[in-house]
């Protein structure tokens, strides 16, 4: 299984590819996970794999072999949509956030990538950043997002659950395991 | 059984460290090398620092392996630059007890300046380079790289890269091992190197590397896996993972030690291979060599010098392109900025509004050097802005730099630019040096360092004053501002480029990312008061974005309430609000 995060820098991309690696890794897999640390971090475009199997060679996911594709913001997905298999699903946190490229008019943010998108792909998109707020807490909304893509995924949903709960901050397990539902559920 | 668990190569480099029995290390941060360090530091029985820069580091690990415990020091690949002086005499002394030299390449150039090959280095100073290719064999290899440097008697290089620092894998936990500390002995013909002692050590050290690449043959980390014998590969660290990836049915001679060669144990492979490759990011290390012996192999005329290799790329040599070519979309790129509320922000858009060039260092701050700030005009190595200016001052006489400064961030400025501002105080300099000082070492991701009051492993200690310092080593005027008081730092700035005297600027903020701070307020706009004009818009926070009608609006989410907008909105259309 072929996994790949995408997102802005900042969006807590990383957090979901571990909790995902270590699902897997409880589920007796091997697994592989590559990361993007230093500049990139900063506002850029982030991307992270999570490959898991009998045997992984290959830290990172090749163009057309992802099975289940993460965005964490509609432009980043289109971005990377060729990295999906013919079959695989798109997971889009329905949100925008401007590179500088486009804040300082130097280029114009693509109009109706989702509809262009599910034309080509199946893909389920989510608000995650309202849902999120809602529960009172808006830096919750990548565990939303893992709850959605957690569905496509596989696994039994109490395994999410409990390695959900030994990787967040203690003071934070209520409102994630309540963030994650939110997404399950959707 | 042994507790297995999924760990960043990082993580798997310093639980190594920690089973091998490593007492003490040092360190800069760099990525991708950081967080080695971290993860280490996390074991009480371990002494763990951050030193002001490598080549301290090095001699820190250096003592304390003449002294006689296991140690390491870790750096990034051009911090192996600033630790070379040490690094190639180190060969000559050797060690007492273990000392291994951690070094992170940057193949793609993650976040570097450059992309050095660390194993050109190896050869050059004749030390053993061991090479894994996933966190498990971080962990082992480690182990292995420090009986080496113990029974060969030198220090042994342990290279990662980006790939391997920042993957995870399954990783099975040991034990730690805790050897007897070694007797220290003095001796002078091994370790005061004066010419007389150095000539024998000389010998030695070459002597020592024929024998290792001898041995190398029966090394158990480099390894042959014997498949199809019509096509083979030499290759080593997480390039092997993509041989595995793109041709599991091929032969392969997996190198754990890539300096020395094992040239008896590549010589029968290459014997027993029909067509033989050489698959190796950077340099052509292996490859030159195994050719200089008269074996013929494929290298660098199918694979490139430069990036990260994959499993597609080997597979587009191999087998052509069929149904490797994707359709791409056409999407504005989203390169890394300065996060919403970066004190950085608030002096390039003084600087930039003064149209002021800047002689830039390395850090978050380099990316003042793009648009919309587009301040920077050199970013060269740690410590550089500085001697830099000195430099432009030298050649075109002080007028030439009244519209100059150098900008350099508190960690950099402690790892090599205090050198760079004495020599500027000796020779009579009348620049204007700017230190920003976020109080961390923001762009690796939050380290200590000697002007911030804690030590790596979290205690407290002396907090060194960096205007004192300045004072103390003899610059004549030392100014410190608030970094978001735009209208006193454009005071300044104005005043010390145009006066004859050597000064430095301390632009003070925190990082809007370091922990504990507390943002108390946001920004908004008034859209009813808001003229569209842009103006706000060319400081690049990105938590500012265009409306269809064109006035502007704030991402709640994202802004940290800096308040830097308000200043550059002549019409009061934007406010800030208590949260």
């Known amino acids: 299984m072929n996994i790949m995060i995408v997102g802005v820098g900042g969006q807590g991309t990383l957090l979901t590819s571990r909790i995902i690696g270590k699902t897997a890794l409880a589920g007796g897999y091997d697994v592989k996970l590559s990361e993007v ?150 | 059984m042994a507790e297995k668990r999924i760990m960043l190569g990082n993580d798997a480099i310093a639980r190594g460290a920690y089973e091998a029995g490593v007492k003490v290390s040092s360190a800069y941060p760099g990525t991708p090398s950081t967080e080695i360090s971290e993860f280490l530091a996390k074991y009480d029985e371990v002494y763990t620092e951050w030193a002001p820069n490598e080549k301290v580091a090095l001699e820190v690990a250096a003592g304390s392996c003449i002294a006689g415990v296991r140690s390491m020091a870790c750096m990034k690949h051009v911090g192996l630059n600033v630790a070379s002086d040490p690094l190639y005499t180190l060969a000559y002394t050797g060690v007492n007890a273990g000392l291994v030299v951690v070094v992170a390449d940057d193949p793609g150039l993650a976040s570097s300046q450059n992309e050095q090959d660390t194993r050109m280095i190896a050869r050059s100073a004749h030390l053993p380079c061991v090479e894994p ?71 030695v050290v070459e002597k020592r590397e024929d024998q290792m690449a001898i041995d190398a043959s029966s090394f158990s980390i480099n390894k042959v896996e014997y498949n199809d014998k019509k096509i083979g590969f030499i290759t080593s660290g997480i390039p092997y993972q993509y041989v595995k990836e793109a041709c599991p049915e091929a032969s392969v001679l997996k190198l754990g030690v890539v300096n020395p060669l094992p040239k008896a144990l590549i010589e029968e492979f290459c014997k027993n291979v029909e067509t033989v490759y050489v698959f190796e990011e950077l340099e052509p290390v292996i490859e030159e060599q195994v050719r200089s012996w008269g074996i013929s192999v494929k290298g660098k005329e199918c694979f490139t010098k430069q990036g990260e290799y994959s499993a597609n790329m080997l597979k587009k040599v191999l087998v052509g392109c069929a149904g490797c070519n994707f359709e791409k979309a056409q999407t504005p790129a989203r390169p890394p900025i300065l996060c919403p509320g970066c004190p950085h922000r608030s002096t390039f858009s003084v600087l930039n509004k003064l149209k002021i060039h800047a002689a830039g260092d390395i850090g978050c701050y380099t990316l003042g050097a793009v648009a919309p700030l587009n301040v920077i005009d050199t970013t060269i190595c740690m410590g550089s802005s500085i001697s830099l200016l000195h430099g432009m001052e030298k050649a075109k006489g002080k007028d030439y730099i009244k519209n100059w400064v150098a900008t350099i961030g508190d960690s950099t400025f402690l790892h090599t630019g205090v050198n760079s501002l004495i020599n500027m105080v000796y020779n009579k300099s009348t620049a204007t040096v700017m230190i920003l000082d976020n109080r961390t070492t923001g762009m690796t991701g939050h380290q200590e360092h000697a002007a911030t009051g804690k030590t790596l492993k979290g205690e407290d200690t002396y907090a060194i004053d960096l205007a004192e310092l300045c004072k103390s080593i003899g610059v004549p005027n030392v100014i410190t501002v608030d970094a978001f008081d735009v209208k006193e730092m454009e005071r300044v700035i104005k005043e010390s480029v145009a006066s004859d005297i050597l000064t430095v600027i301390i632009a003070k903020a925190p990082c809007a990312l370091l922990k504990g701070l507390k943002f108390t307020s946001k920004c908004y706009v ?54």
């Open chain 1, 37 to 186: 640390h230093g500049m990139a971090q900063r506002g850029g475009s982030v991307v992270t794999f999570v490959r898991f199997g009998e045997k992984v060679f290959e830290p990172v996911c090749e163009e057309g072999t992802v099975d289940v594709l993460i965005s964490f913001e509609r432009l980043e997905a289109l971005r990377y949509a060729h990295f999906l298999k013919p079959n695989g699903v798109m997971i889009v946190n329905d949100t925008r956030i401007d590179p500088m490229t486009v804040v300082i008019g130097a280029a114009k943010y693509p109009e109706n990538i989702i509809e262009y998108l599910e034309k080509t792909h199946k893909l389920h998109k989510i608000d995650a950043g309202k849902i999120a707020k809602e529960l009172g807490n808006s830096k919750v909304l990548n565990t939303v997002v893992l709850g959605l893509a957690a569905k496509y995924i596989g696994f039994d949903k109490d395994a999410w659950v409990s390695v959900l709960q030994a990787t967040v901050p203690p003071k934070t397990i209520e409102i994630n395991t309540k963030a994650f539902e939110k997404g399950y559920e959707a």
């Open chain 2, 133 to 203: 290719s996933d966190s498990n064999e971080a962990k082992e290899y480690f182990k292995f790289a420090m009986e080496l440097s113990e029974k060969y008697d030198t220090p042994v290089i342990f290279r990662t890269t980006t790939k391997l620092s920042h993957s995870q894998s399954i990783v099975e936990l040991g034990d730690r091992v805790t050897p007897e500390d070694k007797v220290y002995e003095r001796s002078v013909p091994k370790y005061v190197m004066m010419p007389g002692s150095a000539i024998g050590r000389h010998v």
């Open chain 2, 526 to 579: 008034d859209t009813e008061k808001c003229k569209k004009c842009g103006m706000c818009m060319k400081i690049g926070c990105p938590a500012m974005t265009k409306n269809e009608d064109g006035t502007v609006r704030i991402d709640e989410t994202m802004c940290n309430g800096c308040g830097l907008c308000k200043n550059y909105c002549k019409f009061g259309a934007i406010n800030t609000k208590e949260i």
